[in-house]
């Protein structure tokens, strides 16, 4: 079983920046495809970002330009460094390595 944690969450003004961190309890970033999606409430959960197992990135296109995903294999970590901010970033963001899902944590963006 591989439990997945997320952190870097929080309240920020818009235009503000925060870096999420996706920590994995084995070596898996390796060999997979790393995810980050988001839910906003009353929203479906929805991709924002993938980093592929070969090192190759994709983005919604409402955070390109913005965020940025990248990993550190040797800690086994995940992050996605997110700037100028706005309020409809506001989501629970989670991390996911099929087929497995962190917990959760939450970004506002509010002033």
């Known amino acids: 079983q591989v439990q997945l944690v997320e952190s870097g969450g929080g309240l920020v003004q818009p235009g503000g920046s925060l870096r999420l961190s996706c920590a994995a309890s084995?070596?898996?970033?390796?060999?997979?495809?790393m995810v980050w999606y988001r839910q906003a409430p009353g929203n479906q959960r929805e991709l924002v970002a993938t980093?592929?197992?070969?090192?190759?990135?994709l983005y919604a296109d409402s955070v390109k330009g913005r965020f940025t995903i990248s990993r550190d294999n040797a800690k086994n970590t995940v992050y996605l460094q997110m700037n100028t901010l706005k309020p409809d970033d506001t989501a629970v963001y989670y991390c996911?390595?099929?087929?497995?899902w962190g917990q959760g944590t939450q970004v506002t963006v509010s002033s």
């Open positions: 980093i592929t197992k070969g090192g190759s990135t």
């Open positions: 996911h390595v099929d087929p497995w």
């Open positions: 084995s070596n898996i970033f390796a060999f997979h495809n």
